[in-house]
């Protein structure tokens, strides 16, 4: 159960997500809009690299799942040049920023051996999917109408990229993908209710 809402939970994510967003880093996005901006389009960057090394990794033995990677990291590209041009629009300059601890957290988890590490990257790449829309929509009505409505239309996007990796973890790791499902669920949370000095998009209460 999805508890301490700052908002709805977009359908589909509350399956895996055992926590929302904390109000205090909802203040913080609203206060940091330069930081939220520029940060959302690393993660951008970073989400279409993922799709491309499971690509380069996987794709000779698991042609649905590179199929699946080429579509999603063009999107997730065209996600970073929307996110761009809104940071022009607004004279947003980007800049280099440090990554948020979130993502390294729950690849510091990934098993090393074969099929289990591939089932991890999966299932992580879900709950990263799944945090994005959550957070979209926990900023709803809370920025100005434009951002809100972009971050509203990209949650729809992010909803299918959580169904998509949690839909090839669990077709490729049967029963124990549900195993795991339930022990990155529980560091997933751990990472959003810690405290975090640097604001990020996936940060967690800011210190």
Request: hydrophobic share 40%.
């Amino acid at each position: 159960m999805v508890t301490d809402s700052t908002t709805r939970t977009d359908i589909g994510t509350a399956t895996i997500l055992t926590c929302a967003t904390p109000t205090a880093w909802v203040s913080a996005a609203c206060a940091n809009q330069d930081l939220l901006l520029i940060d959302h389009a690393n993660c951008e960057k970073k989400a279409a690299a993922t799709a491309l090394n499971l690509m380069f990794q996987y794709g000779d033995r698991d042609a649905g799942l590179q199929e699946s990677m080429s579509r999603l990291a063009r999107e997730e590209l065209r996600h970073f040049e929307q996110v761009s041009r809104l940071m022009r629009k607004r004279g947003i300059a980007n800049r280099p920023l440090s990554a948020a601890r979130y993502a390294a957290g729950l690849r510091g988890h990934v098993r090393k051996r074969e099929p289990q590490r591939l089932l991890d990257l999966l299932i992580i790449g879900a709950f990263i999917e799944a945090r994005s829309c959550e957070r979209f929509h926990a900023l709803e009505g809370s920025l100005d109408a434009e951002l809100s409505t972009f971050y509203v239309g990209l949650a729809a996007a992010e909803s299918r990229h959580f169904g998509l990796y949690l839909g090839m973890a669990r077709q490729r790791g049967g029963a124990s993908a549900e195993t795991r499902i339930g022990e990155i669920a529980e560091l997933e949370a751990e990472l959003i209710n810690q405290p975090d000095r640097q604001f990020r998009f996936h940060s967690g209460v800011p210190a």
